[in-house]
């Protein structure tokens, strides 16, 4: 079993320690007990600091979510990488100490029998520690801990390219790091389509579907007005009530590059997607100018 992560560095000081962001993907036996919608804390070692990590152990099972009151809630519509913001983290106690939040995916595993599982969490360093923000380690598992095999793009699968991700995460957000196609246990580097729960992204799909589609059953109705109402408590559908989103999304799907969102895309499939945007954007511009 094999983990990829990232890190990137928040500035922020608590308790003594360096405040990092860490998000990457891990995974897990299908017949485990999956941390889905969970949290771990790890302990990593590091020979020096955090360009140079050398393991992973676990130090806790999953444990379910609360919040600093002790209360659960439901983060299934959150993207993960907003779970950053949110207050379900613990105090930083020692260095090197790693938590997680997992959630499910779709992203293809080293090998047969495992799934993989998107993370985001928060990692303790010391104040001097320097931190490789550009970089995507890969661990393989040995035992219950996960030994450093080198970096995406230099050590492991050279012919993917480095991620660069100080570079390219500029302005961005915490979701842009799993969504840029720089991941994957497979021949392809890969990027989700979106880190919400794959429950809330098949109903957005099917949504979506049902929203483009030319014309709809008595009872898909009833399903699309159902979805609708249930996606608009989360805040997730009121770009279709703009009709040049709608358009878009629609001459997107004519060039069959309206992808589920349940599974992650390859970088030749984002590329295409990216050049037919800026096609379709431009289309859309020029028609609404036109006097």
């Given at each position: 079993?094999?983990?990829?992560?990232?890190?990137?560095?928040?500035?922020?000081?608590?308790?003594?320690?360096k405040?990092?962001?860490?998000?990457g993907?891990a995974?897990?036996p299908?017949?485990?007990e999956?941390?889905d919608?969970?949290k771990?804390?790890?302990?990593?070692?590091?020979?020096r600091?955090s360009?140079?990590?050398?393991?992973i152990?676990?130090?806790s099972?999953?444990?379910?979510v609360?919040?600093?009151w002790g209360?659960?809630?439901n983060?299934q519509?959150?993207g993960?990488?907003d779970?950053v913001?949110?207050?379900?983290w613990?105090v930083p106690?020692?260095?090197g100490?790693?938590?997680r939040?997992f959630?499910?995916?779709?992203v293809?595993?080293?090998?047969?029998g495992?799934v993989?599982m998107?993370?985001v969490g928060?990692?303790a360093?010391?104040?001097?520690d320097?931190i490789?923000e550009?970089?995507?380690?890969q661990?393989?598992s040995?035992?219950?801990v996960?030994?450093?095999?080198?970096?995406i793009?230099?050590e492991?699968?050279?012919?993917?390219g480095t991620?660069g991700f100080?570079?390219?995460m500029?302005?961005?957000a915490i979701?842009?790091?799993?969504?840029?196609?720089t991941?994957?246990f497979?021949?392809?580097?890969?990027?989700?389509?979106?880190e919400?729960?794959?429950g809330?992204?098949e109903?957005?799909?099917?949504?979506?579907d049902?929203?483009?589609?030319?014309?709809i059953?008595?009872?898909?109705w009833?399903e699309?007005h159902?979805?609708?109402?249930?996606l608009?408590?989360?805040?997730?559908?009121s770009q279709?009530?703009?009709?040049?989103?709608v358009?878009f999304?629609?001459?997107?799907n004519e060039?069959?590059?309206v992808?589920p969102s349940?599974?992650?895309v390859?970088?030749?499939q984002?590329?295409?997607?990216?050049?037919a945007?800026?096609?379709?954007?431009?289309e859309i511009?020029t028609?609404?100018?036109?006097?």
């Open positions: 079993m094999k983990t990829q992560l990232v890190y990137r560095d928040t500035g922020h000081i608590q308790n003594g320690f405040t990092v962001i860490t998000a993907f995974e897990f299908l017949d485990a999956l941390p919608e969970k771990i804390i790890s302990l990593t070692g590091f020979e600091n360009a140079n990590p050398e393991l152990a676990t130090a099972l999953p444990l379910e609360v919040d600093s209360h659960s809630e983060y519509a959150y993960i990488g779970l913001r949110q207050s379900i613990n106690a020692t260095r100490s790693l938590q939040f959630r499910r995916t779709n293809e595993p080293s090998q047969p495992l993989v998107a993370f928060l990692t360093f010391s104040p001097d320097e490789d550009d970089n995507v380690f661990f393989q040995n035992g219950l996960q030994v450093i095999e080198g970096r793009g230099i492991v699968k050279p012919d993917w991620a100080k570079e390219h500029r302005g961005n979701s842009a790091l799993l969504r840029r196609c991941w994957g497979g021949d392809e580097p890969v990027g989700l389509m979106s919400m729960a794959l809330i992204n109903k957005m799909d099917r949504f979506r049902l929203k483009l589609a030319d014309s059953s008595t009872d898909e009833d699309y159902k979805l609708e109402k249930e608009q408590r989360h805040g997730l559908v279709y009530e703009q009709e040049e989103f358009e999304v629609k001459k997107r060039r069959g590059l992808f349940t599974h992650p390859t970088r030749n984002f590329m295409q997607s990216e050049e945007s800026t096609e379709i954007m431009r511009m028609s609404s100018f036109r006097p």
